[in-house]
């Protein structure tokens, strides 16, 4: 081949193939704007898509609170009506015990109301006894003061008050005599004057079935011992059963009714160091006394009239 077509036909190769690269510029460069503005699109598209996916994720995120929110809500709730179920339960507990209590205060308040009407019964019965024994109580004092001062009336003659005393103490009336108007001296033996004296008391006791008498004999601390007494224990138990034989035997005293003691050098009413003491110690009692069941018949109220 030629020089001249060689170059011809590179010279036509090079036509072509600026053609072609002018062609192909100008297509890519078409192509570039076509996908540039495909890219913005997208671009576009995908921000928003991201926008889009921002604000659901955030309603996700406030649907999540919410969420947790209610399930705060109900755990509390549940917690409350746990509670209230409790509160429920305990009041229903007292209230059955309230009741129970109820039943058992008015089972109380029955009893309680039968034992105070037995209570007062009780009582109403202890007044009218304490009463019936305040009546007889008077009944027995108003006997014994007649009898003391029908026995003062009867032995005031004749004797001297340093050898008779008579009073009422309690429920018994006591009449102490000394011992030189009753016996001899150092014995048991009585004097005229003491069986005179006994005769005036055995008359104003006689006929009253509802009485006793106990007589007493006492002495000094003085020793004493002869062929008949012992000592003064027995010379005091000797002058007591002198008595009880003399209103007995002489003045037909119910000897049922009599009793003989004797108390010795003890029971002392004053000192023995001096003779005025060791003569008041030395006295005789005759204590006039209801018999129990005498006293008992003062306090059945058929006989209070």
Known sequence: ??????QWLLAILLIFTGLTSCVSKKKMTALKEAHSKEMSIVNAQLGKCGEDLNLYMNRLSGCEQEREAM???????????????FQ?????KQRDMQLEQVGTLAVMSQSANENMR????????KDKYINLLQQARTKADSINLALAVNLKGSLKEG???????IKVDKTVVFINLSDKMLYEPGSA??????????????KIIEGRKDL???????????????SCIKDNWDLSVKRATSVVRVLQDTYKVDPNKLIAAGRGEYNA??????????????????????????FYDLMNPKNMN
């Open 189 to 202: 033996n009585l004097t005229p004057k003491a069986t005179e004296v006994l005769g005036k008391i055995a």
């Open 159 to 165: 004797l001297d008050d340093k050898d008779i005393e």
């Open 1 to 6: 081949m030629s020089i001249n077509k060689f």
């Open 269 to 294: 009413l004053s000192d023995n160091n001096t003779a005025e003491g060791r003569s008041a110690n030395r006295r005789t009692r005759i204590i006039i006394l209801p018999k129990l069941d005498q």
């Open 118 to 125: 037995a209570t007062l019964a009780q009582l109403e019965k």
């Open 71 to 85: 399930k705060n809500t109900v755990k509390l709730r549940d917690e409350q009506i746990s509670d209230i179920k």
């Open 212 to 226: 006793e008498i106990m007589v007493e004999g006492y002495t000094d601390n003085k020793p004493i011992h002869n």
């Open 88 to 92: 429920l339960a305990d009041a229903r």
